[in-house]
C-alpha cells in the first residue's frame, strides 16, 4: 500500500497531478480542496494517499490531510460510491462542512455537489450518520473543539463520562490537545 508521495510537482490538470519521485512520475487524483492548496509546479509537495486496485487498473488518490483522506475512505464503504463520487463529495464540500450536513441530516448541502441526487444524498446521510470521522463537527459549528478530543481520549483510555468531564473542567482553556490529555492524565492519577 502506498500511503504518501513526497516528490516534486510536475504538473497540475484538476482533477490529476504528477508527482515526480526520483524519476518516477506518480499520477494521483486529487480533490480540489487539496487541488487548491498545491505548491506550483517544481516545488516539493507531499500528499497522503490512497491506492485503489481494480482489474483494470491501480489509481493513486492523494489529499491534502488525514481527515480528508479518511473520510474519502469512508465515503467508499457507502454501497453505490466510488472513488469519481467520493471525490466529487470532497471537492465541493469540506470536510468539517459534510460533517456538520451529517450531523444535521441536511439532504440540501448534498444535493449540491454534481453527481449526487436526493436518493444518494439521503443513502449518505443515513450510512455515514455516526461515523467517528464525521463525529467531531456539531451542526452549526465548523471545527470540534479541543475539549471534545480530550474527552474522547480519556474514554478510550477506560474513564467514565464523568472523570472526563470533570477533568476537562480543571484545565486552562489555552492548551493544546496533546498536553491537555497529558494534564487531564496527571489530574485523574491524584484523585
Not at 114 to 131: F, N, Q, V
Amino acid at each position: 500500500m502506498i500511503g504518501r508521495i513526497t516528490g516534486i510537482l510536475a504538473a497540475k490538470q484538476p482533477p490529476q497531478v504528477l508527482v515526480d519521485v526520483n524519476g518516477v512520475g506518480y499520477e494521483i487524483d486529487v480533490p480540489m480542496s487539496t487541488f487548491y492548496n498545491l505548491p506550483a509546479i517544481g516545488e516539493k509537495v507531499s500528499l497522503l494517499t490512497h491506492l485503489a486496485i481494480r482489474e483494470d487498473a491501480h489509481l493513486l488518490y492523494g489529499f491534502g490531510s488525514e481527515a480528508e483522506r479518511a473520510a474519502f475512505r469512508e465515503l467508499l464503504k457507502v454501497s453505490g460510491i466510488g472513488a469519481k463520487t467520493a471525490l466529487s463529495v470532497l471537492s465541493g464540500l469540506s470536510v468539517n462542512d459534510l460533517s456538520a450536513a451529517i450531523a444535521a441530516q441536511e439532504v440540501g448541502r448534498l444535493v449540491k455537489v454534481p453527481g449526487i441526487g436526493k436518493k444518494t444524498a439521503e443513502r449518505l446521510l443515513l450510512e455515514l450518520k455516526g461515523k467517528p470521522v464525521f463525529a467531531g463537527a456539531v451542526a452549526g459549528s465548523a471545527v470540534a473543539a479541543p475539549s471534545d478530543d480530550v474527552r474522547q481520549a480519556l474514554l478510550a483510555l477506560g474513564y467514565n463520562e464523568r472523570e472526563a468531564a470533570e477533568a476537562i473542567r480543571q484545565l486552562p482553556a489555552d492548551l493544546g490537545v496533546g498536553e491537555a490529555i497529558r494534564q487531564a492524565l496527571r489530574g485523574l492519577s491524584k484523585a
